[in-house]
């Protein structure tokens, strides 16, 4: 009785191209890349210009985790198409999250959730209908990309005869955010829903993501990638990834090299989260607490010896330990925590700066 109607529902979600008119999401406004000079508009960093690279780095790079499109609108219904690169099934996450799209729509000021979806992989190049019946009227729009997959073609479409337009960034200020797979989003149910990108909502500021799972170890790679970014900030999630060993040999280091391409911007490094996993597991309680002490220890060296460098905590854990989704990664609920936890002291931190 229940499998028949979520079939109609998703069948429903495909729909014939007679009816739209499409256009390139690149021939619109992409925000939120940290190099915006790449040869696939939909790729965060260039891989060609840096050497050094794992074929996992290399992959996630290529994944647009962080970008989003800004586009206005009077159709009542929205849709996209996707030609797909590198794909890949996960476990602890959503289809809609790894390779699937995030809408939002702005209402009396707020940008609000709209809709999300992802086609079915026997159809991915069809037209995924995303929202409908959005009524008369523009509308400003927001669609995030996915989180961990490669796209080499992006097509919005709108009902035929209904206009698409070129959307100017509301965003302020361009902050770099470099991490791990935290800050790419994993486990978050959908695109949006990553700690940079609920912050981006909340403040108003522009986060440009460079979150890779398992790879935010300080490479140098990495940093000659953040040396060459236009930014105003860099935030960093640093010490999740590598261990206390990594960090000792790195941190210093990637700091100077940071700082000799931007001498005077703000570096703000994020300690560690709590993984819940740590509940029960003496031996990973024992590794992770060696890793957020070694850090803690560092920074307020760091913060010592280094102009504009700062410290600041970070939770994404209720008093129950009961956000994870996979013992190491946030639920939804877990990455708005942590976006909360560190929004004012990082805000003080920018202001101090100038960025507003």
Request: aromatic residues 10%.
């Amino acid at each position: 009785m229940i499998i028949v109607p979520l079939l109609y529902v998703s069948a429903m979600a495909q729909t014939s191209d007679a009816t739209y008119s499409f256009t390139e999401a690149s021939d619109l406004n992409i925000i939120g890349k940290i190099h915006e000079d790449t040869p696939n508009p939909y790729h965060r960093v260039d891989t060609a210009r840096y050497q050094g690279w794992n074929k996992v780095e290399n992959i996630q790079v290529r994944c647009p985790a962080g970008l989003a499109v800004l586009f206005r609108t009077n159709s009542s219904a929205i849709s996209v198409k996707t030609v797909y690169g590198w794909t890949s099934e996960f476990i602890n996450m959503t289809a809609i999250s790894y390779k699937g799209y995030d809408l939002y729509i702005k209402q009396d000021g707020e940008w609000l959730y709209a809709a999300s979806g992802v086609s079915r992989p026997s159809q991915e190049e069809e037209n995924l209908v995303l929202a409908s019946n959005l009524g008369d009227g523009y509308k400003e729009c927001m669609l995030y990309l996915p989180i961990y997959c490669e796209v080499l073609s992006v097509k919005i479409g709108v009902e035929q005869g209904a206009d698409i337009q070129y959307l100017e960034s509301p965003f302020r200020h361009r902050i770099g955010i470099y991490g791990s797979s935290f800050t790419q989003g994993i486990c978050a149910s959908r695109a949006g829903m990553s700690y940079p990108m609920q912050m981006m909502r909340n403040t108003g500021l522009q986060f440009l993501s460079l979150g890779c799972g398992g790879n935010g170890k300080m490479q140098p790679h990495f940093a000659e990638i953040l040396c060459d970014a236009d930014v105003d900030a860099l935030v960093f999630d640093t010490f999740s990834n590598p261990s206390a060993e990594i960090i000792q040999e790195r941190l210093f280091p990637f700091i100077e090299k940071i700082r000799s391409a931007h001498p005077d911007i703000p570096l703000v490094f994020q300690q560690t989260i709590y993984r819940e996993r740590r509940n029960f597991d003496s031996k990973y309680m024992r590794r992770e607490k060696e890793k957020q002490e070694t850090a803690a220890r560092l920074m307020k060296e760091a913060c010592r010896k280094y102009e504009s460098v700062y410290f600041i905590q970070t939770n994404a854990t209720d008093q129950k330990h009961s956000t994870s989704v996979d013992g190491t990664h946030p639920n939804d609920y877990g990455y708005t925590l942590w976006a909360e936890s560190i929004e004012k002291p990082l805000l003080k931190i920018l202001r101090r700066h100038g960025i507003n």
